[in-house]
């Protein structure tokens, strides 16, 4: 019997506060977060897998100006732009990554070529820049990336001398989880990391287990945060154990992992997860994260605020 | 009370056969195994931490021409080295990885300064060889890497037209483990990744929860194996979650992360893990690991086929 789908997303979590968020600028975000879930949602409702929906919905992100990945990426403090991405697939559970990778118009459909096509997980810089080449993905310029906003936040942060979050304290990564009619799970996540980092860094987001994490037998996970803190708390595939091992619900477990086990680390931040049964959880210890999920036959819903 | 020390390492692991090991070559390595191992376990018996005693183990394998990393590391497509490592203070539970450096000669010991020094957890490519020249970390030319019998291998693995494991089948990372008198955890990963490697590959040596994991609440556990099925897996952090979450022994689930989950996706390697009584655990599902390991008050073991 076949199941029903459902679809969540995020654009970042973060100090995003009610009281500090114009109207108009409110409208547009929740605007371009529907956009995205149908995106990926049209795919679900045809009968489509959530890999192709997730991948769909991220790259809608991507193409999105507002958010911290694709388009939207932050400068480094070389002012460049070095995207990651990394996409799993819960029914395979195989993975692919691209980490700081450079003019390619969407990282995380490189991420979904290196799991289709290449041998590896995880590919890297320049050689990334090449398999996508090869790959035929469409790459695309300086231009492309620039923006007014961006730039002058790179220039806020090299006047500060130091790498720092996309808007002061927001976490401007992008993500989407599935669970498609045959009850196969697929998580991606994509970003432009930390405005003026330097050191070539990587954060949680193209790390498998860390940002990104989906196995049908458990959960599909996409973090957003503080990207140390995930990575040292593992909190993709912790959320995972939790449920395999510890017989967790994915609301008890994903309730677990942001509230206790990343507070405990000092980590701020959140996740986005669905299940095969296709129940969602959203957790967030930060002021806010931009959120949107829908469960076949159900009004899709857009969040920003703690409700 | 303090407890006692035990510290664990490997050379790697894969398809090491007695019957085509010559005697001195064999003698070597066992040699230069207890030589590492000897250099981690003068710093548990003065007292000093884990940490400091992994990345002495560690930096011993890495100046040494048998196992692939650091000097002995393999070549890239490209004919040069490009290494990764990782290191983990399971006291903090915290972590420092460096991915893809070159001229570098202690790789460990630039993932041992992200970790004391940097802000981060991960840096890459250029970037961290930036950061550890800002350090003053040692550095090391192309000559100091260069040896005939890596450079064969690189041009038998160009002729078969393949990246390709080291020495056919045999996984040349080296790792530590250990806990010190205090009961803090630590580990450690350096490798050289695959012969011919093209794209930017980064395996699971650089990665926390895959390839490295320490958490003194659990274990200390470092991997070395086909790195693909380890990224998968989230070998080194499965581990600490069935003794977490499921309650296991350390035995039981190192015995379980490689013999039942890494079998299941087909992943060929091994593990060496501690926990912080002191207990030791050394599995592999390949035909051979290079190992050593020692507990306080007990005669050193070297160990290179299946016992």
């Known amino acids: 019997m076949p199941k029903t789908y459902s679809l969540a997303i995020h654009g970042g979590a973060g100090t995003i506060m009610r009281s500090e968020m114009a109207a108009d600028k409110e409208e547009a975000h929740r605007q371009a977060l529907l956009k995205a879930l149908k995106a990926g949602e049209i795919i679900l409702r045809a009968g489509g897998s959530a890999l192709d929906a997730v991948e769909a919905a991220v790259c809608s992100l991507e193409d999105c100006e507002y958010f911290n990945a694709g388009k939207g990426a932050v400068f480094t403090h070389d002012g460049t732009h070095e995207m990651d991405a990394s996409i799993m697939c819960g029914r395979r559970v195989?993975?692919?990554?691209?980490?700081?990778?450079?003019?390619?118009?969407?990282?995380?459909?490189?991420?979904?070529?290196?799991?289709?096509?290449?041998?590896?997980?995880?590919?890297?810089?320049?050689?990334?820049?090449?398999?996508?080449?090869?790959?035929?993905?469409?790459?695309?310029?300086?231009d492309y990336f620039y923006s007014e906003y961006r730039f002058q936040?790179?220039?806020?942060?090299?006047?500060?001398?130091?790498?720092?979050?996309?808007?002061?304290?927001?976490?401007g990564t992008v993500g989407a989880v599935a669970c498609d009619r045959q009850g196969h799970l697929a998580a991606a996540t994509s970003t432009g990391g930390l405005t003026n980092k330097k050191y070539g860094r990587i954060g949680d987001s193209p790390i498998i287990g860390a940002?990104?994490?989906?196995?049908?037998?458990?959960?599909?996970?996409?973090?957003?945060?503080?990207?140390?803190?995930?990575?040292?708390?593992?909190?993709?595939?912790?959320?995972?154990?939790?449920?395999?091992?510890r017989g967790m619900s994915l609301e008890e477990a994903a309730h677990h992992a942001i509230h206790h086990r990343q507070l405990a680390l000092g980590g701020d931040g959140g996740l986005i997860a669905v299940d095969a049964n296709g129940n969602i959880a959203l957790p967030f210890n930060s002021e806010g994260m931009y959120r949107a999920w829908v469960k076949e036959g159900e009004e899709a819903r857009v969040g920003i605020y703690k409700e």
């Open 211 to 245: 940002g990104t994490y989906a196995n049908d037998l458990t959960c599909a996970v996409s973090c957003t945060g503080y990207g140390e803190y995930f990575l040292r708390g593992v909190v993709a595939y912790d959320l995972s154990c939790l449920m395999e091992y």
């Open 153 to 171: 936040q790179l220039q806020e942060a090299r006047a500060r001398g130091r790498a720092q979050l996309d808007h002061s304290q927001k976490y």
């Open 94 to 142: 195989d993975a692919g990554a691209a980490a700081m990778v450079k003019g390619v118009k969407n990282p995380i459909s490189l991420a979904r070529r290196i799991l289709d096509v290449s041998e590896h997980v995880m590919l890297c810089g320049p050689g990334a820049r090449m398999f996508a080449r090869e790959q035929g993905l469409e790459e695309a310029g300086p």
